[in-house]
């Protein structure tokens, strides 16, 4: 038994990030056409879709404004037209911020993690959900966090935005479940990317004494996780929260 999208088009947003490009990797190598969203490193986005390429797989890059519906339905637009329908939706990208503590946060970063966990939860539906209706098959996997759990300091406005995220994708998971699309997210902990390989900096016994396994997660593991919901084997797996964190937080029932 092995992973295979072969024939699917998978869609990453924040594609060039230290997250997002492992995930578009991983997607080619099971097997996904895949278009390469970025907000302004091209640079990247071109490197990453030659790579893909290499790899006998198409792969385009789009540009988009992941907090307006109208940006979001003209990269649907184009992605249709050079590539076909997306069958997968990967929400990835995040805008960044200084965290600091909710009486010192500035408003308007509650209001950028509420357009880019919400809003870009919901204007993602919109925009490729009615073809995997048509198809009768389709997968929007989001990536949430597992500060949704902790609640730490200085965690108030990403923890507010991923949280709204969480309620936009279990209702959307029971609205378009009947389609047999299913809806799902994965809460990645602290997880060791290219920046942490590059400085060394990839060991935090601090982090890694509440971890489960103690030691941090890659980029990898939290790519295995995406295209794992991205496959037929888990086609029986919706409204799903999961953490890919080592045990370091664990959802009761």
Same mark, same amino acid.
């Given at each position: 038994?092995k992973?295979?999208?072969?024939?699917k088009i998978a869609?990453?947003?924040?594609?060039?990030?230290?997250l997002g490009?492992? @995930?578009?990797?991983?997607?080619a190598?099971?097997?996904?056409?895949?278009?390469?969203?970025?907000k302004?490193n091209?640079?990247?986005a071109?490197?990453? #879709?030659?790579? $893909?390429?290499?790899l006998?797989?198409?792969?385009i890059?789009?540009?988009?404004?992941i907090t307006?519906?109208?940006? $979001?339905?003209?990269?649907?637009?184009?992605?249709t =037209?050079?590539?076909?329908?997306?069958?997968?939706?990967?929400a990835?990208?995040?805008?960044q911020y200084?965290w600091?503590s909710?009486?010192?946060?500035?408003a308007?970063d509650?209001t950028? #993690?509420?357009e *880019?966990?919400?809003l870009?939860?919901?204007?993602l539906a919109?925009? &490729?959900?009615?073809s995997?209706i048509e198809?009768?098959?389709?997968?929007? @996997?989001?990536?949430?966090?597992?500060?949704s759990?902790?609640? &730490?300091?200085t965690? *108030?406005?990403y923890?507010?935005?991923?949280?709204g995220m969480?309620?936009?994708?279990r209702?959307?998971?029971?609205?378009i479940?009947?389609?047999?699309?299913?809806?799902?997210?994965? !809460?990645p902990?602290?997880?060791?990317?290219?920046k942490?390989?590059e400085?060394n900096?990839?060991?935090?016994?601090?982090?890694e004494?509440?971890? =489960?396994?103690?030691?941090r997660g890659?980029?990898?593991?939290i !790519?295995?996780?995406?295209v794992f919901?991205a496959s037929d084997?888990s086609? &029986?797996?919706?409204? =799903?929260?999961?953490?890919?964190?080592?045990?370091n937080?664990m959802p009761?029932?």
């Amino acid at each position: 038994m092995k992973i295979d999208l072969t024939g699917k088009i998978a869609l990453v947003t924040g594609a060039t990030g230290q997250l997002g490009r492992v @995930i578009v990797r991983t997607l080619a190598q099971c097997g996904a056409d895949v278009v390469i969203h970025y907000k302004s490193n091209e640079a990247k986005a071109i490197q990453l #879709q030659n790579e $893909i390429k290499s790899l006998g797989r198409r792969a385009i890059i789009v540009t988009a404004d992941i907090t307006s519906l109208d940006s $979001i339905m003209s990269m649907k637009e184009k992605v249709t =037209a050079q590539l076909g329908h997306v069958d997968i939706v990967v929400a990835n990208a995040v805008i960044q911020y200084q965290w600091t503590s909710v009486l010192n946060q500035a408003a308007e970063d509650y209001t950028s #993690q509420f357009e *880019s966990c919400v809003l870009q939860s919901v204007f993602l539906a919109k925009a &490729f959900v009615p073809s995997m209706i048509e198809k009768r098959a389709g997968r929007m @996997i989001g990536i949430n966090t597992e500060c949704s759990m902790q609640n &730490f300091e200085t965690q *108030s406005a990403y923890v507010a935005g991923k949280r709204g995220m969480d309620g936009i994708y279990r209702i959307l998971a029971k609205e378009i479940g009947e389609h047999q699309i299913t809806v799902n997210q994965i !809460a990645p902990g602290w997880t060791i990317s290219d920046k942490d390989r590059e400085t060394n900096s990839e060991r935090n016994e601090g982090y890694e004494k509440s971890v =489960a396994l103690k030691r941090r997660g890659t980029d990898q593991e939290i !790519a295995n996780a995406v295209v794992f919901l991205a496959s037929d084997l888990s086609s &029986f797996i919706t409204g =799903a929260y999961i953490p890919v964190c080592g045990g370091n937080v664990m959802p009761a029932i």
